[in-house]
């Protein structure tokens, strides 16, 4: 799960912080209102692949721009990853107004860190589930990544591929064209804790390129020498 937190309060946001963190959750920080507006509609831009267990916690009362305020602003634009409100004001209308700007959920302060997560999970489920309208199948090109049955084949023929390999696959190919840096590619495919001087990516590149390029007239994976790989069609392929 990655949480995108917007909290002034740095005493909270601290003790939110570490206490989500231990629980494995991916979290992401900003201390007023318009620095968290930018966060969520930078993380939404992005369109990471964890998108769909994204949820928003969102203080009230922010410098800047008040959450009420942010909440309608990302509801205006379409945006509508769960956001779960933070507040020390616990009055019906508070509440009430919160839910009219789109918030999916409301926690009073003081609270318990363990309603807190239980909160969270049940918003990631709720955000998931809405998500489950992604496609069947990814195409680039000739290429076709099957994502039920994880099997991929180039111009109708099956490409024999490890399961690293297809989660490789399937990252470049969810966003064509876009430069993945080996960081990014990293931590997207074997998880955080992975030695970032490793040159496991390079290696599984080079793999991925031999069974999908190899042979082919046009090659589909590209390498941005120091800046990371992408993953598309020249304009002459893209029918």
Request: charge should be negative; glycine fraction near 6%; include cysteine.
């Given at each position: 799960?990655n949480?995108?937190l917007?909290?002034?309060?740095?005493?909270?946001?601290?003790?939110?912080?570490?206490g989500?963190?231990?629980?494995?959750?991916?979290?992401?920080?900003?201390?007023?209102?318009?620095?968290?507006?930018?966060?969520v509609?930078?993380?939404?831009?992005?369109?990471?692949?964890?998108?769909?267990?994204?949820?928003?916690?969102?203080?009230?009362?922010?410098?800047?721009?008040?959450?009420?305020?942010i909440?309608?602003?990302?509801?205006?634009?379409?945006?509508?990853?769960?956001?779960l409100?933070?507040?020390a004001?616990?009055?019906?209308?508070?509440?009430?107004?919160?839910?009219r700007?789109?918030?999916?959920?409301?926690?009073?302060?003081?609270f318990?860190?363990?309603?807190?997560?239980?909160?969270?999970?049940?918003?990631?489920?709720?955000g998931?589930?809405?998500?489950?309208?992604?496609?069947?199948?990814?195409?680039?090109?000739d290429?076709?990544?099957?994502?039920?049955?994880?099997?991929?084949t180039?111009?109708?023929?099956?490409?024999n591929?490890?399961?690293?390999?297809?989660?490789?696959?399937?990252?470049?190919?969810?966003?064509?064209?876009?430069?993945?840096?080996?960081?990014?590619?990293?931590?997207?495919?074997?998880?955080?804790?992975?030695?970032?001087?490793?040159?496991?990516?390079?290696?599984?590149?080079?793999?991925?390129?031999s069974?999908?390029?190899?042979?082919?007239?046009?090659?589909?994976?590209?390498?941005?020498?120091?800046?990371?790989?992408?993953?598309?069609?020249?304009?002459e392929?893209?029918?």
């Amino acid at each position: 799960m990655n949480i995108l937190l917007i909290e002034d309060d740095p005493r909270i946001a601290d003790f939110l912080q570490r206490g989500l963190r231990a629980e494995g959750l991916q979290v992401q920080r900003a201390s007023t209102g318009p620095e968290g507006l930018t966060l969520v509609l930078d993380t939404v831009r992005q369109n990471k692949p964890d998108m769909a267990s994204t949820v928003v916690v969102l203080d009230l009362m922010l410098p800047g721009m008040n959450g009420l305020e942010i909440c309608q602003t990302l509801r205006s634009q379409g945006v509508t990853i769960p956001v779960l409100m933070l507040t020390a004001l616990s009055t019906l209308e508070e509440r009430v107004a919160g839910l009219r700007m789109g918030a999916d959920d409301y926690l009073c302060k003081p609270f318990e860190f363990e309603e807190l997560l239980a909160r969270l999970e049940a918003l990631a489920r709720r955000g998931q589930a809405l998500q489950n309208v992604r496609p069947k199948h990814l195409h680039v090109a000739d290429l076709i990544l099957d994502l039920e049955s994880m099997r991929a084949t180039r111009a109708a023929e099956a490409l024999n591929l490890t399961a690293r390999e297809l989660a490789l696959l399937e990252l470049l190919m969810s966003a064509p064209g876009r430069l993945f840096s080996r960081e990014r590619i990293l931590s997207s495919v074997w998880g955080l804790n992975e030695d970032p001087l490793t040159n496991v990516v390079d290696v599984y590149i080079r793999r991925l390129r031999s069974k999908i390029d190899d042979g082919r007239p046009v090659p589909l994976i590209q390498t941005m020498r120091g800046l990371g790989y992408r993953l598309e069609a020249p304009p002459e392929a893209q029918a």
